[in-house]
């Protein structure tokens, strides 16, 4: 019985503190006035976010049906006109990017697609708004990251520091209450004012399982911004237990917050683009062309680099001359040559999104270094908006445009004759021959993009919730190390 009193008293005294410090931040306006403008701030955030992402969701799978509609309604017309008409692939936004958009907002939500070309995604919100609107982007997951460690830190700066000040820290301790049970009672009701700030994200990530998301990823996702609260909430019961001035530990918490939250996520990104350097735009445009010329103009049926080709199907056929074939050579070309083309462009682009990922990958490393690096790369690794996804995307929209510029090209070989084709532009009923029907643009497959499994997700944030548990375990040692020096 005696054993069974002695394990629950220290946990009892923990529930006592508590209670004082909430009775404390209660009879304190400032405390509750920051708490009641962090908990309204983020839940206008949530509802803000979620009601525009709503209307994009909405908005860009009614763009996909009418852009696939206005391809398919387009009249008989000559094969490679339709390949130069193009077609668009937008990209939905993920259920969770209701709390974070992530990299949504700066790659760009929607591609052109058209033969011989790979086209950079267009239409960022960010790359369309001025300076003013980006400042007005609060975001749930911007708030939680950014403005609730300050809301911490104003709430609990004097939590430990208090006490010794008003020289009752030393009766505390007479009355047989160890140091290290009175700093884990202030975190307790640290922990406290946490589950309220997670209460408005909660809410909404459950919202987004009407839209498909996995209860997983939802999990994961409060779980980490859990952990990352909780990494805060111990670095400030170690500066108030640490330091013996109030004044002192708030000055010492908000260096760290400009350092943790302002400082490091900037060297993370400065870091990367010095260690992974990345070839730039025209550089790369120039090396692309250099290449493509070796491969022949595909509109030149007579261009050198196809000769090998041309006698390839003469033998195959057994004729003379290339307007004896069964076939259109012409579209044979035009076939061949976006099929080398396109394996061009590929290795290209694999190169440029295997820099971006390393580039990332450097700057994630820094998670180690600082909290606010590591809770940014889980939430959007958790949530699908990280550039992952946006890869993800572009290889899609990549296979979407090869698929229906191929299946244009083959309704050229097979439905156009060459001469025909050669006389196009002779007379304008030789260019009503030239024209193919208009059943044969049914070769688009409905473009439908969904972000990766929850469990890829998961197992890619790993290294995030191992770098948060590290820096909990880290600052729980050096908390009790302190509290056993408590005075």
Same mark, same amino acid.
């Given at each position: 019985?005696?054993?069974?009193?002695?394990? @629950?008293?220290?946990?009892?005294?923990?529930?006592?503190?508590?209670?004082?410090?909430?009775?404390?931040?209660?009879?304190?306006?400032?405390?509750?006035?920051?708490?009641?403008?962090?908990?309204?701030? @983020?839940?206008?955030?949530?509802?803000?976010?979620?009601? %525009?992402?709503?209307?994009?969701?909405? =908005?860009?799978?009614?763009?996909?049906?009418?852009?696939?509609?206005?391809?398919?309604?387009?009249?008989?017309?000559?094969?490679?006109?339709?390949?130069?008409?193009?077609?668009?692939?937008?990209?939905?936004?993920?259920?969770?990017?209701?709390?974070?958009?992530?990299?949504?907002?700066?790659?760009?939500?929607?591609?052109?697609?058209?033969?011989?070309?790979?086209?950079?995604?267009?239409?960022?919100?960010?790359?369309?708004?001025?300076?003013?609107?980006?400042?007005?982007?609060?975001?749930?997951?911007?708030?939680?990251?950014?403005?609730?460690?300050?809301?911490?830190?104003?709430?609990?700066?004097?939590?430990?520091?208090?006490?010794?000040?008003?020289?009752?820290?030393?009766?505390?301790?007479?009355?047989?209450?160890?140091? #290290? =049970?009175?700093?884990?009672?202030?975190?307790?009701?640290?922990?406290?004012?946490?589950?309220?700030?997670?209460?408005?994200?909660?809410?909404?990530?459950?919202?987004?399982?009407?839209?498909?998301?996995?209860?997983?990823?939802?999990?994961? #996702?409060?779980?980490?911004?859990?952990?990352?609260? @909780?990494?805060?909430?111990?670095?400030?019961?170690?500066?108030?237990?640490?330091?013996?001035?109030?004044?002192?530990?708030?000055?010492?918490?908000?260096?760290?917050?400009?350092?943790?939250?302002?400082?490091?996520?900037?060297?993370?990104?400065?870091?990367?683009?010095?260690?992974?350097?990345?070839?730039?735009?025209?550089?790369?445009?120039?090396?692309?062309?250099?290449?493509?010329?070796?491969?022949?103009?595909?509109?030149?049926?007579?261009?050198?680099?196809?000769?090998?080709?041309?006698?390839?199907?003469?033998?195959?056929?057994?004729?003379?001359?290339?307007?004896?074939?069964?076939? %259109?050579?012409?579209?044979?070309?035009?076939?061949?040559?976006?099929?080398?083309?396109?394996?061009?462009?590929?290795? #290209?682009?694999?190169?440029?999104?295997?820099?971006?990922?390393?580039?990332?990958?450097?700057?994630?490393?820094?998670?180690?270094?600082?909290?606010?690096?590591?809770?940014?790369?889980?939430?959007?690794? @958790?949530?699908?908006?990280?550039?992952?996804?946006?890869? *993800?995307?572009?290889?899609?929209?990549?296979?979407?445009?090869?698929?229906?510029?191929?299946?244009?090209?083959?309704?050229?070989?097979?439905?156009?004759?060459?001469?025909?084709?050669?006389?196009? %532009? *002779?007379?304008?009923?030789?260019?009503?021959?030239?024209?193919?029907?208009?059943?044969?643009?049914?070769?688009?497959?409905?473009?439908? #993009?969904?972000?990766?499994?929850?469990?890829?997700?998961?197992?890619?944030?790993?290294?995030?919730?191992?770098?948060?548990?590290?820096?909990?375990?880290?600052?729980?040692?050096?908390?009790?190390?302190?509290?056993?020096?408590?005075?």
């Amino acid at each position: 019985m005696s054993e069974h009193s002695s394990s @629950t008293a220290p946990f009892a005294k923990m529930i006592i503190v508590a209670k004082d410090e909430w009775r404390y931040w209660l009879r304190s306006k400032l405390a509750i006035s920051v708490l009641a403008i962090g908990l309204i701030l @983020t839940l206008s955030s949530v509802v803000v976010t979620a009601i %525009n992402t709503m209307e994009l969701s909405h =908005t860009r799978h009614a763009l996909q049906e009418d852009a696939e509609q206005t391809f398919a309604d387009q009249p008989d017309r000559h094969p490679h006109r339709m390949v130069h008409y193009g077609h668009y692939a937008f990209r939905t936004p993920s259920p969770l990017s209701v709390l974070d958009p992530g990299v949504d907002a700066y790659t760009g939500n929607s591609i052109f697609l058209e033969g011989h070309r790979q086209n950079s995604a267009m239409f960022a919100d960010q790359k369309q708004g001025t300076a003013l609107t980006q400042l007005g982007s609060l975001t749930p997951a911007f708030i939680v990251q950014t403005l609730a460690p300050l809301l911490l830190i104003l709430i609990g700066y004097s939590s430990v520091s208090r006490e010794r000040e008003a020289q009752t820290l030393t009766y505390l301790l007479s009355q047989g209450t160890s140091g #290290f =049970t009175l700093i884990a009672g202030k975190g307790l009701a640290l922990m406290s004012v946490i589950s309220l700030i997670l209460v408005p994200l909660a809410i909404s990530a459950l919202f987004s399982l009407h839209e498909g998301e996995s209860i997983t990823a939802i999990v994961g #996702f409060i779980l980490g911004y859990a952990l990352y609260l @909780t990494v805060w909430a111990l670095l400030v019961l170690l500066c108030s237990s640490a330091l013996s001035k109030n004044s002192e530990s708030f000055t010492a918490l908000a260096l760290t917050w400009i350092l943790l939250c302002v400082v490091m996520p900037r060297v993370a990104s400065s870091t990367a683009i010095t260690t992974v350097p990345a070839a730039g735009k025209l550089e790369t445009d120039f090396a692309v062309a250099a290449e493509m010329r070796k491969l022949g103009d595909g509109h030149n049926a007579n261009d050198p680099a196809f000769a090998q080709i041309k006698a390839s199907l003469l033998e195959k056929y057994n004729v003379d001359s290339i307007d004896q074939l069964p076939v %259109n050579y012409r579209g044979v070309i035009a076939m061949t040559s976006e099929a080398k083309l396109t394996q061009v462009l590929n290795e #290209f682009a694999e190169k440029r999104m295997q820099t971006e990922l390393a580039q990332t990958n450097v700057s994630r490393y820094f998670g180690w270094l600082s909290p606010m690096v590591a809770i940014r790369s889980l939430s959007m690794l @958790t949530a699908g908006t990280s550039i992952e996804t946006h890869h *993800k995307f572009l290889r899609e929209a990549e296979e979407l445009r090869f698929d229906f510029v191929q299946g244009l090209n083959k309704a050229h070989v097979e439905q156009l004759s060459y001469q025909d084709d050669m006389n196009r %532009n *002779k007379d304008t009923d030789s260019g009503q021959k030239a024209r193919v029907n208009a059943q044969n643009w049914q070769v688009l497959d409905d473009f439908s #993009f969904a972000v990766d499994t929850p469990s890829l997700r998961l197992q890619r944030s790993a290294p995030a919730f191992l770098q948060l548990l590290a820096w909990i375990a880290a600052l729980i040692i050096v908390i009790r190390l302190v509290g056993k020096r408590l005075v």
